[in-house]
């Protein structure tokens, strides 16, 4: 079946644009959670969903705003961006969240700041 | 919540076993150990995780020593293709929220 899919894969955008990113979790799964990738942060969790609803938050600043609709697909937004933004952002997705399993990334997509 | 910390890098020759360590005495009682790998920026890869006891899977083993604050990845014959940036994650209990470590950069050669 297929993986965890976001979109767009690269995206260029200048300093006080918005940007949303959209990530769809493998069939059946409910859950969804966002990572940031930095070189010089690493990863860092970003929050996580659950029938559409925000259940657990990093420590980012309300720039950075989630949802998640009724088909499990979920959307990140940053707005008012900033150079230091610019990053893989990862989605990651298990069937319902909480249990033990694996989470299961998508490729990411891959946001560039100018 | 609970960090990890690994060497920055570490080489294998191909063929030998690997065997990536990681420290995390803050884990709590009910947080999971995972590992993680990624190649080239793609998507974090699972390897295995486990919560107190030793786990194997196709891909490698997971030793957790007894008091649980540290863990060793052991990659059984190392290829050139497991060179990558490893990952050792603890799981905040009842969530999908994983805390990643800096991870060890192995280097498979010849």
């Not at chain 2, 863990?71 to 050792?88: K, M, N």
Request: aromatic fraction near 10%; charged fraction near 20%.
């Amino acid at each position: 079946k297929a993986g965890v899919t976001q979109t767009p894969r690269y995206l260029i955008k200048t300093r006080g644009q918005q940007v949303t990113l959209s990530c769809s979790p493998i069939s059946g799964h409910r859950s969804v959670s966002w990572y940031q990738q930095t070189p010089g942060q690493g990863l860092q969790f970003l929050f996580e969903y659950f029938s559409e609803t925000q259940r657990n938050k990093g420590n980012f600043p309300g720039r950075f705003s989630g949802r998640q609709f009724s088909n499990s697909r979920s959307e990140m937004n940053v707005s008012t961006l900033e150079l230091g933004d610019s990053a893989l952002y990862l989605c990651a997705s298990t069937l319902q969240g909480r249990d033990t399993g694996e989470l299961f990334f998508g490729e990411g997509s891959r946001l560039t700041v100018l | 919540d609970a960090k990890t910390t690994q060497p920055p890098s570490m080489d294998c020759a191909e063929g030998r076993a690997a065997n990536l360590p990681c420290n995390h005495s803050t884990i709590s009682g009910n947080e999971y150990v995972y590992w993680y790998r990624q190649i080239h920026s793609q998507g974090p890869q699972y390897i295995i995780h486990g919560l107190k006891n030793n786990e194997t899977n196709e891909m490698a083993s997971l030793i957790i020593t007894e008091d649980r604050k540290s863990s060793t990845l052991i990659l059984p014959h190392a290829t050139l293709r497991d060179t990558a940036v490893y990952y050792c994650i603890v799981r905040v209990a009842n969530t999908d929220k994983l805390i990643f470590g800096t991870g060890t950069r192995l280097q498979v050669f010849p």
